[in-house]
């Protein structure tokens, strides 16, 4: 039994009159005790909402939610046990480090010994136990998202969703911050929901990744997993990059790539190739044929583009020797798949848009 499961959750906003837009469709996905999920996908496929069905602030039109096997549904937000760092956090100005994390246990009535002893934890927890008596003004960005955590933790949630958490951080800041919650996160050995659009958070941080697209999750697993077998060209194009290439199969070959062989019946296919999968032949290889139209080199790899007449240029990440040169632009060249087992091959219908 999965702690958090979403079964099959659908929610429309606006009304009849004025038209309804489906945000979650039928969207289903499951947690396992201890371990840090990732939804990651583009800006309004629903990721924020469906963290709201799991805390209570947004009510599903079908579908049902459980934490630990329970049926919480139409379980009031105030009884859910679920801590949430908001995409926005804002922390009150006028309270102190340890008054904001202390304000959620003031509401609940908490006698004020527990208080200051939980509140001492949570601070040391997160490494904030010399600026308990600051203000949220006196902090780094990285300081006050800290403190936006601890608020959370402190109430002893069974469950934390954290939707956003570093937005308001800088680059730098950001992925000092991603490892020290990956960190803190397993040394409370709390299982989490982390919503992002940024790809490499979500495999710094994650146990899994969950990406989604248009109210549905398009495909889950540990993200190495996914970067290697992604489900479909969206996925392949959201986590890593991906060459969406149109080819042709014929007597159970791939025309293109004669050592890929399809298992399906002949016909127009889309292979999903990363750049590193691909490699700078000489004209006349087996292969596409075209012309370098981009060249690049950073240090110990090349960025190579070749037009072949398809809707973008192919994209070609290579290993680059010591004392090799790029290829002048306008070169006739081959292009060729280096490991067929690590292309993917679908049916256009798959291969939508991203
Ligand atoms: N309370 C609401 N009323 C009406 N529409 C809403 C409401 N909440 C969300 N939406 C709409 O639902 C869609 C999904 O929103 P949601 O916030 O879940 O997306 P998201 O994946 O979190 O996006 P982002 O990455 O931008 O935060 C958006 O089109 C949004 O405008
Ligand atoms: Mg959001």
């Not at 945000?23 to 039928?26: A, C, I, K, S, T």
């Not at 049926?71 to 009031?76: E, G």
């Not at 308990?132 to 780094?140: E, F, I, K, V």
């Given at each position: 039994m999965a702690h958090i499961e979403f079964d099959a959750i659908s929610k429309s906003f606006g009304s009849k009159s004025f038209g309804a837009t489906r945000?979650?469709?039928?969207c289903s996905l499951a947690v396992e005790k201890g371990r840090v999920m990732t939804l990651l996908?583009?800006?309004?496929?629903g990721k924020t909402t469906l963290l709201r069905t799991l805390a209570g602030f947004v009510a599903p039109d079908a579908g049902t939610v459980r934490l630990g096997g329970v049926?919480?549904?139409?379980?009031?937000a105030n009884r859910r046990q679920v801590g949430f760092v908001f995409q926005n956090y804002a922390l009150?100005?006028?309270?102190?480090v340890a008054g904001n994390v202390a304000y959620g246990l003031k509401v609940r009535r908490t006698s004020r010994h527990e208080t200051a002893e939980r509140v001492a934890r949570a601070l040391d927890l997160v490494g904030l136990t010399a600026q308990?008596?600051?203000?949220?003004?006196?902090?780094?960005g990285g300081q006050q998202q800290r403190v936006a955590i601890a608020r959370a933790l402190v109430l002893e949630p069974a469950v934390l969703l954290l939707d956003?958490?570093?937005?308001?951080?800088d680059a730098k800041l950001r992925l000092a911050m991603q490892v020290e919650l990956r960190k803190l996160i397993a040394r409370v050995g709390i299982t989490s929901i982390f919503v992002t659009h940024d790809q490499t958070e979500a495999m710094t941080l994650s146990d899994d990744v969950a990406v989604m697209q248009g109210g549905r999750i398009e495909q889950v697993g540990p993200p190495l997993a996914i970067y290697d077998r992604p489900a479909t060209a969206f996925v392949a194009g959201f986590i890593g990059r991906a060459n969406l290439l149109p080819v042709r199969v014929a007597g159970g070959r791939v025309a293109e790539v004669p050592a890929l062989a399809a298992t399906t019946g002949d016909g127009a296919r889309i292979l999903v190739v990363r750049p590193e999968n691909l490699a700078i032949a000489g004209p006349g290889a087996a292969g596409w044929q075209g012309r370098v139209v981009f060249a690049s080199a950073l240090g110990p790899t090349t960025e190579i583009e070749v037009d072949i007449g398809a809707a973008e240029p192919l994209r070609v990440a290579a290993t680059r020797r010591a004392g090799e040169a790029l290829p002048p632009l306008g070169q006739a060249v081959g292009v060729q798949v280096?490991?067929?087992?690590g292309a993917l091959l679908l049916a256009p219908g798959d291969a939508h848009d991203r």
């Open positions: 945000v979650l469709d039928r996908g583009p800006s309004g496929c049926d919480i549904t139409d379980l009031p009150f100005p006028h309270l102190t308990a008596d600051r203000w949220p003004a006196q902090l780094s956003e958490p570093f937005n308001a951080l280096v490991d067929p087992a």
